[in-house]
């Protein structure tokens, strides 16, 4: 199974990806997480990447790109992965379009979880993460909108998208994505 998970910061995503990883087994490909770990192991490009993140904007393509090329050319994602965080940009899809068809395996599935802004906003202001400052919010939630919700269009153009309501409680929401993804299983 080969999925893109979509949605903006806050709307519960790295939740329902867990709750996806521990019953559908794809290999999980959170590019936020390689970048916090890159920028704590203090490499070249994690500290790069912190000049981006810590104030809510996206690091540049080529960074990404570079560092998702690397990882799906591993093993354990031959079976199937979860992309999450990944792509956020029109660059960043239509790459990742070319090495998928250079490879003969296409996406199955685009889920995309949708929340309300005010929504976000307040679940974000309750987190505590250092990119979780109110400014910093509100430089993610722009460049979501901005930059990565142009994505849904192109991916719905190509008949992948599904889109979950990202409103109630996790079980409710898990219910919804496993209607969907059950059918890829
Ligand atoms: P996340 O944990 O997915 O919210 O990502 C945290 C931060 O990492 C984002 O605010 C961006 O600065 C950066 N980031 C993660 N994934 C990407 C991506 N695909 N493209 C650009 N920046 C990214």
Do not use: W
């Not at 999980?28 to 070249?44: E, I, P, Q, V, Y």
């Not at 998702?68 to 354990?76: A, T, V, W």
């Amino acid at each position: 199974m080969r999925i893109i998970f979509i949605g903006p910061p806050g709307a519960g995503k790295g939740t329902q990806a867990e709750k996806i990883i521990a019953k559908y087994k794809p290999a999980h490909l959170s590019t936020g997480d390689m970048l916090r770990a890159a920028r704590d192991a203090k490499t070249k490009i994690g500290l790069e990447a912190e000049k981006y993140m810590s104030g809510g904007q996206l690091v540049p393509d080529d960074v990404i790109i570079g560092i998702i090329s690397d990882r799906l050319q591993e093993p354990d994602c031959q079976a199937g992965y979860l992309l999450d965080g990944f792509p956020r940009t029109i660059a960043q899809a239509e790459t990742l379009d070319k090495m998928l068809a250079g490879k003969g395996t296409p996406l199955d599935v685009v889920l995309e979880l949708r929340v309300p802004d005010e929504e976000l906003f307040r679940r974000l202001a309750g987190r505590g993460r250092a990119d979780d400052k109110p400014e910093v919010i509100r430089e993610r939630l722009v460049a979501y909108n901005n930059q990565t919700s142009p994505l849904i269009d192109y991916y719905s153009k190509q008949d992948l998208l599904k889109t979950i309501d990202g409103l109630g409680s996790v079980d409710e929401i898990f219910a919804r994505v496993e209607k969907i993804l059950d059918h890829f299983n």
